[in-house]
């Protein structure tokens, strides 16, 4: 069957005028109280931005912690190299439109130096995205829940709940299929890897069987569980806490209801891969929302701005050097075979297997 194929002057023409509307309709509009806003920020508060900056610090330890708690145990490297993995991932998707592929595979490559097995890698990373979202919609609802007995309805909440529930319908029928129904999920995948070019059926069943695998073991170790959404949950609440000290610092202290639908709206949409990192889309929703919800549109700007300093922009530079120290340090002589868990037609390493298939293929020759 033939596929079309999107010449690529089209899809970037079609990307720059995406991004045209979000800055003409969305970021321009809030930049009309800007005359106001110089006149706040005189009265900010440096304390509070130092506090803020902190929590945005705490936020990213968080998440690298939440790295750690879904890699198994024996594939763990350092918190420190996680972090630092974690953070150069982080820049990368800050500077290209759709960047979250390209730092996805960066970030595969850092783990696979750091010593972390092929599908490991992969499993752990699915995991942690799909949980990480699940959280994150979670916490929209919470604020939906507060909001709208006290404040009313608003045509957007809807969309919202929609979109939280769609995420959060499709992550649990993932796990099921994979839990309790994974033979016939792999069977499924090896169909369709027998369709693809370049995929090996049987490097994607192993990478089916070991996501399923961890899976399982999240699932009976429920401290493990608690642990990982308690670190998912640490990562957007420090994340959305930082923001909530910004805008203090100006003068405003921002409702719980107010910060959890602000913040959460920005998020899900900004999981749309138009810009990098939700570059004027987070902003262009986070300014009208907090807005909406009694924040004066001078504190919302300089508030926003200066959290997308901390957030977004710092996190460019830091990366670089994080990147830096990973490539001259232990790594650079750890660095293992550049392979995807899911190819290498002729064999399957070792590596890429769980317990669970060594036992099944005892007589399975490895490299």
């Known amino acids: 069957m033939m596929s079309l194929r999107v010449p690529m002057w089209l899809r970037r023409g079609a990307s720059a005028i995406v991004l045209l509307l979000v800055i003409e309709y969305a970021l321009l509009p809030q930049l009309a109280g800007a005359r106001k806003a110089l006149e706040t920020l005189s009265g900010v508060e440096a304390a509070y931005l130092v506090v803020g900056l902190l929590l945005e610090a705490a936020s990213l330890l968080a998440y690298a912690m939440l790295t ?46 750091a010593g972390i097995g092929a599908s490991e890698a992969v ?16 916490m929209l609802w919470i604020g939906l829940l507060i909001s709208i007995p006290t404040r009313g309805a608003n045509p957007i909440y809807g969309t919202a709940a929609v979109v939280g529930t769609l995420v959060i319908g499709a992550v649990f029928i993932g796990v099921v299929l994979l839990t309790r129904g994974s033979e016939r999920t792999v069977r499924i995948v090896r169909a369709i890897a027998r369709r693809l070019p370049g995929v090996s059926p049987s490097g994607a069943e192993n990478l089916v069987r070991t996501l399923a695998d961890r ?30 000290v ?4 100006y003068g405003h202290a921002t409702a719980l209801d ?3 639908i602000a913040y959460g709206l920005a998020n899900v949409l900004a999981a749309i891969p138009i810009t990098p990192g939700g570059l004027g889309i ?15 549109r001078a504190i919302a700007l300089l508030g926003v701005v200066t959290w997308r300093l901390a957030n977004f922009w710092l996190p ?5 050097l994080a990147y830096l120290s990973l490539r001259t340090g232990p790594l650079l002589h750890r660095r293992l075979p550049a392979q995807r868990p899911w190819t290498n037609p002729n064999r399957i390493n070792e590596e890429t297997l ?14």
């Open 215 to 244: 899976l399982r073991v999240l699932g009976k170790d429920r401290p493990l569980l608690i642990r990982a959404t308690l670190w998912a949950a640490a990562n957007w609440l420090l994340d959305a806490a930082s923001l909530w």
């Open 258 to 260: 107010g910060l959890l």
């Open 354 to 367: 769980s317990e669970a298939d060594r036992v099944r293929r005892p007589t399975l020759k490895c490299d």
């Open 246 to 249: 910004f805008l203090y610092a």
């Open 68 to 113: 750690r708690s879904v890699l198994a145990r024996e594939d763990r490297p350092s918190l420190w190299t996680l972090t630092r993995i974690d953070l150069t991932s982080l820049g990368v998707s800050h500077m290209l439109p759709g960047g979250a592929a390209t730092a996805s595979a960066l970030r595969y490559r850092l783990q696979r130096s």
């Open 316 to 320: 460019i530079p830091a990366s670089a």
């Open 282 to 296: 987070i902003e262009g929703v986070l300014v009208p929302t907090l807005v909406g919800f009694s924040t004066t």
């Open 123 to 138: 499993s752990a990373a699915a995991i942690q995205g799909a949980g990480s979202a699940v959280v994150l919609n979670v």
